[in-house]
């Protein structure tokens, strides 16, 4: 079983965790660079992502985690972490700084206030059973506004890209570990046996 870690600098780490094991990961909690030593690949969960940015900053993890993604650790971001697997983003704090790996634009608080939170039944490209629409619950969420060549776009809400891929990177606008349909979840964790089989040069 692969050994993917939570980044657990803030947000919403148990319920990755449990998500993770679930989706048959062994897990670890990270906050510190040695922690990312060993590791299958990395959950970066949700939050707000200027504290986790902050965070990350002061306690040496940003470089560490930069490097790691550049040589192909495999990371997935869920809203906030989406944030900050983007390349670019757009109503970021002026000091805010992101892990990047997907060349993308991702708007922060897409959705605007009236609709803060909400629900979609969404077909997510790559998902087991596919046929089954995934519940997708997001909060102050996120959306992919562009996308380079390289970024597979696994989901929509209406017009708005809310899931991607680039290599061994995915990220979601929206929460898969407040609900019990673990797929997002099986998806990463398949990505992070893939590249333990094909590591990267
Ligand atoms: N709005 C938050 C941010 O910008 C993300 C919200 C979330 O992760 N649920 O970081």
New binding site residues.
């Given amino acids: 079983r692969p050994l993917v870690g939570v980044l657990a600098v803030q ?2 780490v148990r319920e990755h965790l449990a998500a993770l094991e679930a989706a048959g990961a062994r897990t670890r909690t990270v906050r510190r660079p040695t922690e990312l030593d060993g590791l299958d690949g990395l959950v970066v ?8 940015d902050r965070l990350c900053r002061i306690f040496g993890l940003h470089e560490p985690l930069r490097e790691r993604i550049a040589s192909g650790l495999p990371v997935y971001g ?4 989406m ?1 900050q697997l983007a390349d670019r983003i757009l109503d ?1 704090h002026v000091e805010q700084q992101t892990f990047g790996g997907i060349d993308m634009t991702v708007r ?2 897409a959705f605007g206030r009236q609709v803060d939170s909400f629900e979609s039944d969404l077909h997510v490209e790559g998902l087991r059973d596919a046929g089954r629409p995934f519940r997708a619950v997001f ?4 959306r992919v506004e562009d996308a380079g060549p390289d970024v597979q776009v696994l989901a929509r809400v209406d017009d708005a890209v809310v899931a991607v891929r680039q290599g061994n990177l995915l990220a979601t606008s929206f ?1 898969p570990e407040v609900t019990d349909d673990h797929r997002v979840h099986e998806l990463f964790v398949r990505i992070c046996e893939q590249a333990r089989a094909v590591p990267a040069a």
């Fill in positions: 947000g919403d969960p949700g939050g707000e992502s200027t504290t986790i869920s809203c906030a972490g944030i970021g922060r608080n909060i102050r969420a996120p929460h």
